[in-house]
Nanobody, 121 residues
Framework: VQLQASGGGLVQAGGSLRLSCAAS????????IGWFRQAPGKEREFVAS????????YYSDSVKARFTISRDNAKNTVYLQMNSLKLEDTAVYYC???????????????WGKGTQVTVSS
């Protein structure tokens, strides 16, 4: 499956931004779709994920109360609504899909290109 992420940009701390990830198709082997992020000098980390099939959601503790992941099956698109953004949310955000993608289990077979999110003070 091909993934196309968009929606990144520059926002002030406390502001909001919405990322989109458009998938070329939905398949059983890519039921989970979600987001990772990578800040300069840091490892890529899991942010959130959702299943196409039943909409189950998973979040990292660092974003759980501020970010919301949702999906539009008709458009094969997943959204990440990011509120109350902090300086430490600055990173390149990547869309990913696979048969299992949660905050515990990560089996990924597709990655999208990243989109930059910069939070300024």
């Amino acid at each position: 499956v091909q993934l196309q992420a968009s929606g990144g940009g520059l926002v002030q701390a406390g502001g909001s931004l919405r990322l989109s990830c458009a998938a070329s198709e939905r398949t059983f082997t890519n039921d989970y779709i979600g987001w990772f992020r990578q800040a300069p000098g840091k490892e890529r980390e899991f942010v959130a994920s959702i299943t196409w099939s039943d909409g189950s959601t998973y979040y990292s503790d660092s974003v759980k109360a501020r970010f919301t992941i949702s999906r539009d099956n008709a458009k094969n698109t997943v959204y990440l609504q990011m509120n109350s953004l902090k300086l430490e949310d600055t990173a390149v955000y990547y869309c990913a899909a696979g048969p299992k993608l949660t905050n515990v289990y990560k089996i990924i077979n597709s990655w999208g290109k990243g989109t930059q999110v910069t939070v300024s003070s």
